[in-house]
């Protein structure tokens, strides 16, 4: 099993800046691909960036230039640096990872969420 634990979410006003990070626990082998998504209220949950273990990315479209990724491996972290934020940003953002462990293959697992509002 694994757990994610997240953190730095809170109330910013448009084109400020926040950060969020998430830290993984558990018995695991190891992570693949981790990565943040976002479910906006009445919205279906959406990804915004993904990192692989190698340090490949990807973004959505919306945060793009705006967003930045990162993952430190040995600490089993990933934090999402958000910088020039929207309203429209506004969301539960959620942690992800990819692992595989005594279960065998890859299994994906969600941290419990972290608030972002910004306001205009």
């Known amino acids: 099993q694994v757990q994610l634990v997240e953190s730095g979410g809170g109330l910013v006003q448009a084109g400020g800046s926040l950060r969020l990070s998430c830290a993984a626990f558990g018995s695991y082998f190891g992570i693949n691909a981790m990565g943040w998504y976002r479910q906006a209220s009445g919205k279906q949950r959406e990804l915004v960036a993904t990192?692989?273990?190698?340090?490949?990315?990807n973004y959505a479209d919306s945060v793009k230039g705006r967003f930045t990724i990162s993952r430190d491996n040995a600490k089993n972290t990933v934090d999402l640096q958000m910088n020039s934020l929207k309203p429209e940003d506004t969301a539960d953002y959620y942690c992800?990872?990819?692992?595989?462990?005594?279960?065998?293959?890859?299994?994906?697992?969600w941290g419990q969420g972290t608030q972002v509002t910004v306001s205009s």
């Open positions: 992800n990872a990819r692992a595989i462990g005594p279960w065998g293959g890859p299994r994906d697992y």
């Open positions: 990192i692989t273990s190698g340090g490949s990315t």
